[in-house]
C-alpha cells in the first residue's frame, strides 16, 4: 500500500469518526433539552414545553439519522478506495455515488444503533405527559 493510499483512507477515516462523534453528541443534547424543558415545565406541565420537547426529539432524531447515513456512505467509500489499485488514488471524497437502499434516510431512520433511543424518550415523553 502506497503512502497516497494510505492517506486517502486516513481522510476517509477521519471522516467516519467525526460523524459518529457527532451522532453521540447529538443524542446528549437531546437528553440534556428534553430533560431541561421537563424540568422547567415541572411545576405546571406547560405545553409550549411538552411540544417542543416532542418537536426537538424528532428533529434530532432525523439529524442523527443524517449522520448516520453520511457514514455509512464514506464507510463504503473506504471500502472501494480500500480495493483500488495505488495508481488511482485520486482523493475524492465524494459519497454522490452511494444511494443505494441501505443509505436511504428511512433505512437509517429505523437502524438499530437510532430508534431504541429515540423511541424510549418519545415514550417517556408520552407517559410524563399523561401520568403528570
Known amino acids: 500500500m502506497t503512502d497516497n493510499k494510505i492517506k486517502h483512507l486516513e481522510f476517509i477515516?477521519?471522516?467516519?469518526n467525526r460523524m459518529s462523534t457527532n451522532s453521540f453528541i447529538i443524542k446528549g443534547w437531546l437528553i440534556t433539552?428534553?430533560?431541561?424543558?421537563?424540568?422547567?415545565?415541572?411545576?405546571?406541565?406547560n405545553e409550549k414545553f411538552i411540544i417542543i420537547s416532542l418537536i426537538s426529539?424528532?428533529?434530532?432524531?432525523?439529524?442523527n439519522t443524517l449522520f448516520l447515513r453520511q457514514e455509512r456512505k464514506f464507510r463504503a467509500l473506504?471500502?472501494?478506495v480500500r480495493k483500488k489499485d495505488n495508481i488511482h488514488i485520486d482523493f475524492s471524497m465524494d459519497t454522490g455515488q452511494y444511494e443505494k437502499e441501505e443509505f436511504s434516510v428511512a433505512d437509517c431512520l429505523f437502524s438499530n444503533t437510532i430508534w431504541p433511543l429515540y423511541l424510549a424518550v418519545l415514550l417517556i415523553q408520552i407517559i410524563i405527559i399523561f401520568v403528570l
Open 57 to 63: 426529539t424528532i428533529a434530532f432524531w432525523y439529524i
Open 33 to 45: 433539552l428534553v430533560s431541561a424543558l421537563f424540568l422547567f415545565g415541572k411545576n405546571d406541565i
Open 78 to 80: 473506504y471500502n472501494e
Open 13 to 16: 477515516q477521519n471522516t467516519i
